[in-house]
């Protein structure tokens, strides 16, 4: 059973991300016109999440979670049971929101353990294709050389958004490399490691979707170069092992920092049909010094980008990203993604009846 979206709704399709996927949270989303969602896989019990961040605070008594790593990796079964679960509300498991560092620490680097991540994620791709889950998210970015958001500013009445400011960053490595590491070095091992799984990924029938590094532009932090910061980068992704089931996470917000036109690199990629979904979210400034903002605002406009979408043939998942925090919300930001997603729903609307 799919539910592809509501009866008026077009090519564009408004989906979230969340860590739970429990009744009160599938309520919720379907009763938005929300129809699809992605889970973000959790830290196995005892772990060092890396890039995995849980919020405990939306547990419930129907939480159902998504544990994921080399030593954990979802049955088909279990995988089965959570598109059930969705199903029952009239949304569709869209897939797996991303590979959190613990998935792909070693590979990055090319280090002891790298043959066993390689193998879970192997195992993981067949797993996700059986249990019918066609998108594996994935972001190619180093641990602990830089945080996300560096702090919070105020926007539209006093809302909180996060922001991030080069200055306010300690240029220190990461403590778990032994060394520095080239873009030559980090570039072969990433194209070694599309040789290795695209071919797994095609036979099981799932699309991978590449991340950019987040803030992009900026070459290398803490003696390690951050490879996915331009858009020659996602061009060299693509065209270096071609492959139906390999796209992007279109982060709408990365290119926006970039400080560079969003409609071109969104008719480029669109064209060429290597958008696979789309993080909708807009910030004010660029790399060095920005912050998020509420999507009807920021540096791009917002109608004209989600034209271009629709004109340059794109048919998938629009989801809000790093809302702003508004009065009352949840940890989650219930009302933030609330008010995104109807938004989006609107352009998207709107956008399709030219």
């Not at 077009?10 to 699809?36: A, C, H, K």
């Not at 951050?226 to 996470?249: C, I, Q, W, Y």
């Not at 004010?284 to 989600?306: I, P, Q």
């Amino acid at each position: 059973m799919s539910h592809r979206g509501d009866p008026e709704d077009g090519p564009v399709r408004v989906g979230f991300r969340t860590n739970t996927l429990s009744d009160e949270r599938l309520q919720y989303i379907r009763q938005l016109g929300v129809t699809d969602v992605f889970v973000n896989p959790t830290e196995p019990e005892g772990g060092t999440g890396g890039d995995i961040f849980v919020d405990e605070s939306d547990r419930t008594e129907t939480d159902r979670r998504l544990p994921l790593g080399p030593e954990e990796v979802p049955s088909v079964e279990y995988l089965q049971s959570l598109s059930a679960a969705c199903e029952s509300y009239g949304v569709d498991l869209a897939g797996i929101h991303t590979l959190g560092y613990n998935c792909y620490g070693d590979v990055k680097f090319d280090r002891e353990g790298r043959d066993e991540q390689l193998a879970a994620i192997e195992e993981l791709l067949y797993n996700m294709g059986e249990a019918d889950l066609p998108i594996l998210g994935y972001q190619w970015n180093p641990r602990g050389v830089v945080p996300m958001r560096t702090g919070t500013v105020p926007v539209r009445g006093d809302a909180e958004a996060t922001s991030f400011d080069l200055d306010d960053v300690e240029h220190a490595g990461d403590p778990a490399l032994e060394r520095e590491y080239t873009e030559a070095e980090l570039w072969e091992n990433y194209e070694r490691f599309l040789e290795e799984i695209l071919p797994v990924a095609e036979e099981a029938g799932v699309t991978l979707a590449l991340h950019p590094i987040d803030p992009p532009n900026i070459e290398e932090i803490g003696g390690i170069p951050r490879l996915f910061r331009n858009v020659e980068s996602f061009r060299r992704a693509m065209e270096t092992v071609p492959s139906d089931h390999h796209g992007l996470k279109l982060c709408l917000g990365c290119f926006s920092e970039m400080g560079i036109d969003v409609t071109d690199v969104v008719r480029e990629f669109g064209e060429s049909g290597d958008i696979t979904f789309v993080h909708f979210r807009d910030v004010e400034g660029t790399a060095e010094s920005f912050n998020e903002t509420f999507v009807d605002c920021g540096n791009y406009d917002e109608l004209e980008v989600m034209r271009t979408l629709i004109d340059a043939g794109f048919e998938g998942v629009v989801i809000p990203d790093h809302v702003p925090a508004v009065r009352d919300d949840t940890d989650w930001g219930h009302r933030g993604r609330g008010f995104t997603a109807g938004y989006l729903r609107g352009l998207a609307r709107v956008a399709g009846e030219r």
